[in-house]
Each structure stands twice: as C-alpha cells, then as structure tokens.
C-alpha cells in the first residue's frame, strides 16, 4: 500500500473516530443536562408559546437548509474549479468548512429530537439548558463553516488569478 | 473484485457496525423522570422547589429528573405557614410516577 492511499485510510478513519466521538459525546452532554430537569408542567400552548416555538422551529430549518447549501457550494466549487492539491491549505479549509456544515446539520437534528422531548413530555421552555446549547453551537458551527468557506472560496480564485496571470504574455 | 470496492465495503459495514449505534443513542428517550404536582388548601400559594421560586401558583405540576426535591409552599390567600422553612418537605421523584405534596394549615400530606 502506498503512502499516500495509508495516508487517505488514516484519515477516513480519523473522520469516521470523530464523528463517533462526537455523537457519543452529545448524547452524553443532553443525559447529563436533562438530569437536573425541573420545568413547570404546561397541558397547552399559549398564543405567545407558540410564535416562539415557529421561530425556533423555522430558525432550525434555515439554517439547516443554508448548511446543505453552503455542502453544496463547496461540492461545486470543488467539481468545477481548478484541482485543488491534495493536503494543501486550501483542502483543509474545504474539509473544515464541510465538517462545520455537517456539523450544523447533525446539531439541527438533535434539536429537533430535543424539542420533540420537550414537548412530548408536556413542558415548554426554549431556554432549558438541553436545548439551548444545541441552538447555540448550531448555528455558530454554521457561521464558522461559513467563514471557512469564504476563506476556500477566497484563496482559490486567488489561486486561479495567479494562473491566469502567469498565461498572459509580457507586453500585452 | 477490485480493492477500492473492497474497501469501500469494509468501510460501509464499519459505519453500520460503529456509527449507527451511537446515532441510535440520540433517539432513545433522553428523559427519565417523574411528575410533583403541589397542591393547597385554599389554592392559590407560592411554590419553591430546591430553592428555586416559580411563577406558578398551587395547584401546579413540574415535570422534574428522578431525584429528590426540597418543596416549600407559602402565602396567601390561606396565609399558609406551615409548608416553608422549617416544615419545607423532602420528596423522592421515581421516574414514571407523579408525586403529590398538599399543604395545608397543619402542613404538607404526602399522596
């Protein structure tokens, strides 16, 4: 096996270890969040509850649907635009930006389940602890994959001027 | 059968052995506890549990972790005293079952 077909298995295996770890590591963060509950008991909605629970919800969606978006985007840019290097900085930066955005759309699903529990178990509080933190890194993972995004996108049509200016020749 | 087919097999059957447990624990119900419903004679008094003072006025229902909880019930309009400080009860939540703590002017009963 060559070094650099080890090199691709190490880091497949290195994704998949994380992606576990990271799965294990919120399921582990919303038990230990959910065993200090104590929420008053609510048989229905009120008018107010529920324009904050459609804004949750519809939050969730956006952003959900920016992150497959932004997937996307980078799976265009990466068909279409020059070949990128492999293990090269900009490389990373679409790793990175994927993983952000994959991220994003796992945190949105356990969002879901979260307020599906909450609901089902009769209570409402959108800032209980279970599901606040998940609202928050949702949506700045999102960010960040934004901004690497940005920064991939940036450095590779830089990358592309600089080929283009190289074709050009002297005096014209 | 050429190796990136094997692998890709190999990695496939990983996912479904390693990653689908692990996804699966998200879907298992999370929560684990029981109800306190608090109630007063006359209705209408201000609840605390562990400290903590709610909004809501007896008769009310929290849905709380299996644990134990510290319950104080005080104020009008019964001017009820017998339920707070030094009277305050300790209950045990079971997971699946509703505890019912009614105050009184003599103090707490235990359903």
């Not at chain 1, 602890?129 to 890194?137: C, L």
């Amino acid at each position: 096996m060559s070094s650099k077909t080890s090199r691709a298995m190490i880091f497949r295996i290195v994704c998949y270890l994380s992606g576990i770890l990271f799965i294990l590591a919120v399921a582990q963060v919303q038990k230990q969040l959910g065993a200090n509950l104590l929420e008053p008991q609510v048989s229905s909605l009120s008018a107010a509850n529920q324009a904050q629970l459609d804004a949750l919800y519809d939050l969730d969606n956006l952003v959900t649907t920016l992150a497959t978006a932004l997937l996307g985007g980078l799976g265009f840019f990466l068909v279409n635009g020059r070949k990128i290097r492999r293990w090269s900085a900009a490389m990373w930066l679409a790793v990175a930006s994927a993983g952000c955005a994959a991220l994003s759309l796992f945190l949105g699903y356990v969002l879901y389940l979260a307020l599906l529990d909450m609901l089902k178990n009769e209570m409402f509080d959108p800032d209980m602890a279970t599901i606040m933190w998940v609202r928050v890194a949702q949506f700045y993972s999102f960010l960040l994959a934004v901004v690497l995004f940005g920064d991939f996108a940036f450095q590779t049509l830089n990358a592309e001027d600089g080929r283009e200016h190289k074709r050009v020749p002297a005096g014209d | 059968m050429s190796t990136s087919v094997f692998l890709l097999a190999i990695e496939l059957s990983l996912c479904w052995t390693f990653v689908r447990p692990a996804a699966l624990l998200l879907q298992s119900p999370g929560f684990s506890g029981g109800k306190l419903r608090i109630e007063s004679d006359p209705q209408g008094a201000s609840i605390s549990i562990n400290g903590k003072r709610f909004q809501q006025l007896t008769n009310s229902t929290f849905v709380v972790s299996q644990g134990d909880y510290k319950v104080e019930v005080s104020g009008s309009p019964g001017n009820l005293q017998n339920c707070s400080g030094d009277h305050a009860r300790n209950v045990h939540v079971e997971a699946g079952k509703t505890v019912t703590l009614t105050c009184t002017a003599s103090g707490f009963q235990q359903q």
